[in-house]
């Protein structure tokens, strides 16, 4: 094989024309935002019930009691289907 060898110039030259290149052919895209989606009758019925019962499952201090939060969502999901 044969070896090749640059200078410090002609290396930066070549590296500065490949991102030239992929940048004319649009390899950077621009992320578009998608639409927030709408919150149905479901789930702002669930948050009221989670944040009704919720000081239920938590400790003084702010945190979850043991299993808080798995408890407290069963009581949401459990107080939405009535």
């Known amino acids: 094989m044969a070896t090749v060898t640059l200078t410090l110039d ?8 490949i991102g030239s290149e ?10 578009t935002a998608k639409p927030k989606r709408k919150p149905t009758a479901a789930n702002r019925a669930y948050s ?3 944040k009704k019962v ?9 945190g ?3 299993d ?5 969502s069963r009581a949401a999901h459990k107080m939405c289907k009535k």
């Open 10 to 17: 002609e290396y930066e030259a070549l590296r500065a024309l």
């Open 22 to 31: 992929r940048e004319s052919e649009g390899a950077v895209e621009v992320a």
């Open 48 to 50: 009221r019930a989670f």
């Open 54 to 62: 919720q000081p239920r499952f938590m400790k003084k201090n702010g």
């Open 64 to 66: 979850w009691k043991k």
């Open 68 to 72: 808080g939060f798995k408890h407290c």
